[in-house]
């Protein structure tokens, strides 16, 4: 499949003339998916809205509220303090994969023997079902008869409480989702490097380049793009985070991993306060829209993802 | 997407050409690049390695052995009876059912607008339509959840697998159609072209022509698809009811609603993910075309 992400910014800009005739009648097959879109997605963004400026609990009468919700939140110890442990959880959840995967698809770009089996291993924690792999996670997690600590101690190491306690919950969150999602910025790096020129390289090697020098002054500019897409990837998964969280910690110990998501959710379906969890929501929705933009800004040529 | 990474080889031929003196210096080099290359993969694929094969070491282990200290590795015997448990005491065998019929009908569903609706836009190029698709990407699964429980509750849907196919379509649709974009802009215009001008209708060329053509894309698709409905779990956790529960969220309530047991908590998780690793193995090739081309994912 040609179709890679810098694909898709070369697409053919002009369509010969005589295929123009077709274009509104090639609508229709858009119509049936568009109505499927506007039920389930445009709906509830609109409906969202709606929600959000009205006093709105499950079994009880729904008062128009104006922006009090809004208001509400910025006062909100909890929400803050959950805004200010989402940006913790995905700033080190968007460096780690960001770094390892580039080290990985630089690797997984030469050739060498069971490349196949091993990238088809190193993908598995992405295609698994997230809350069978949180599962497995706190089992292993456990204080005294986890396997972790089991290895930790027997390299010599203190053993860590992991999620367990305050200190180190979110640090642990991160490592699995650096786990689970390092594959994802691995296959668009990869794809990058591999539509990149042979030219620069021979170039590089004979003027006696060292690996280091042609991976920092060929590779890494040359894949920046594809790099700047797997971060905003990484970005919007990351404060999107869900399954692993609330499997493994669901927000705790007390509140100390309670993201924006954790918060949301227990607003939403713990305490049924739907309008001030709209509210929320439309919040949420515009601190991902802002931080993935300020990302895209930085090279925005090459992206019309 | 097949990956050129012949790369290293050709300039290696150029250098010991450029200094054929220190082809024995190069060769000692190039032989602790290698070993460091395989160093590399060994320590980014172990993590994976050591994971699924402890997930399936608890699975196969008798209880006594899951909770020993220090822990027990390698099962022996190995033993089916947790496997055998997941399904005789949580019925597990009525939500794996529940959760063939969701991500079938959702998978299925989506194909029937999405297929279409990916060909219209790479038709018409409306790039504007693809935006809307990623705006979808973007937000985040609660925000759904919120109006379209309460639209269910009003139409008294909540209890049956209605809303819950219904909800796994924001997931698929935009899949779909985002890989098939990506295909049909990929394929040839002139056979349709012809197809045209034989006196096809619009509609003869997409289904006799374009989607013949573009079963791989199709096969991408589903399988993305597929795996995506089949591994979420914040749409049922909400959603569901007592019989209508998917398998991610039976496996969650084993671990919240019974004494926890090791054994059987991984025999379900494994249960729960073994067709999507399965899937993963056979279809590395499919999976790896369709992340990458435009990094979709739910």
């Known amino acids: 499949m040609s179709t ?87 700033t080190a959840s968007v460096i780690l994969p960001v770094v390892i995967g580039i080290w990985a698809a630089v690797c997984f770009a030469r050739k060498f023997r069971l490349r196949g089996a091993a990238r088809t291993l190193f993908i598995l924690p992405m295609m698994a079902t997230p809350v069978a792999i949180a599962l497995v996670w706190t089992m292993m997690f456990h204080p005294q008869l986890g396997v972790l600590n089991y290895l930790l101690t027997s390299v010599g190491l203190p053993p860590s409480s992991w999620v367990y306690s305050a200190d180190t919950v979110i640090p642990t969150l991160v490592m699995v989702e650096t786990w689970q999602w390092t594959p994802l910025v691995m296959l668009i790096v990869l794809g990058g490097i591999s539509s990149l020129p042979i030219d620069p390289y021979e170039a590089a090697v004979i003027d006696g380049a060292t690996a280091w020098q042609m991976f920092r002054y060929i590779t890494l500019p040359l894949v920046w793009p594809f790099v700047v897409v797997a971060g905003v990837m990484r970005i919007i998964d990351a404060l999107k985070a869900f399954d692993t969280i609330f499997v493994i910690t669901n927000g705790g110990p007390g509140t100390a991993s309670e993201t924006i998501n954790m918060l949301l959710y227990q607003t939403a379906f713990g305490y049924y306060d739907l309008g001030y969890a709209s509210a929320m929501v439309v919040v949420f929705f515009a601190l991902i829209m802002l931080l993935s933009l300020i990302l895209l800004r930085t090279r925005q040529q090459e992206l019309t993802l | 997407m097949e990956v050129r990474g012949e790369r290293d080889t050709k300039p290696a031929i150029t250098r010991e050409l450029a200094h054929p003196v220190g082809a024995h210096r190069y060769r000692v080099r190039r032989w602790i690049n290698d070993a460091g290359l395989y160093a590399s993969v060994l320590i980014l694929v172990s993590p994976s390695i050591l994971f699924f094969l402890w997930m399936l070491s608890l699975s196969l282990k008798t209880e006594a052995d899951n909770i020993a200290y220090p822990p027990v590795f390698i099962p022996h015997p190995p033993t089916l009876a947790n496997i055998i448990d997941v399904f005789a005491k949580n019925d597990f065998l009525s939500y794996t059912i529940n959760s063939v019929i969701v991500s079938f009908s959702a998978t299925g569903l989506a194909l ?32 759904y959840l919120i109006p379209l429980f309460l639209m269910f509750q009003w139409l008294g849907m909540l209890g049956t697998l209605g809303p819950l196919i219904i909800t796994h379509l924001v997931i698929t649709v935009p899949i779909v159609v985002w890989v098939m974009i990506g295909y049909f802009e990929g394929l040839p215009v002139a056979l349709e072209e012809s197809a045209l001008v034989d006196g096809a209708t619009i509609w003869q060329a997409f289904r006799y022509v374009a989607v013949p053509l573009a079963r791989p894309g199709i096969m991408v698709a589903t399988i993305l698809s597929f795996i995506f409905s089949w591994n979420n779990f914040i749409f049922g956790v909400v959603l569901a009811g007592r019989t209508t529960r998917t398998l991610p969220v039976a496996v969650y309530n084993v671990l919240t609603f019974e004494q926890i047991s090791w054994g059987p908590l991984a025999a379900a998780a494994l249960v729960v993910t073994a067709p999507v690793l399965v899937l993963t193995l056979f279809m590395q090739k499919e999976i790896v075309a369709g992340l990458t081309a435009g990094g979709v994912k739910a």
């Not at chain 1, 998916?33 to 959000?52: G, Q």
């Open chain 2, 112 to 143: 029937l607008f999405g297929v279409p609706a990916g060909y219209g836009i790479a038709k018409t190029q409306a790039t504007k339509a693809a935006v809307l698709i990623l705006v979808a990407r973007v937000t985040p699964g609660l925000s």
């Open chain 1, 4 to 90: 890679t992400l810098s694909g898709m910014a070369t697409r053919p800009l002009a369509a010969p003339r005589r295929r123009r005739n077709y274009a509104r009648r090639y609508w229709m097959f858009a119509v049936p998916a568009a109505l499927v879109v506007a039920a389930v997605i445009i709906f509830p963004w609109f409906f969202t809205l709606f929600m959000s400026v009205h006093e709105w609990k499950v079994s009880g009468n729904v008062y128009y509220v104006g922006l009090t919700n809004y208001m509400h939140l910025l006062r909100d110890q909890r929400f803050l303090w959950a805004v200010a442990r989402t940006l913790y959880f995905t």
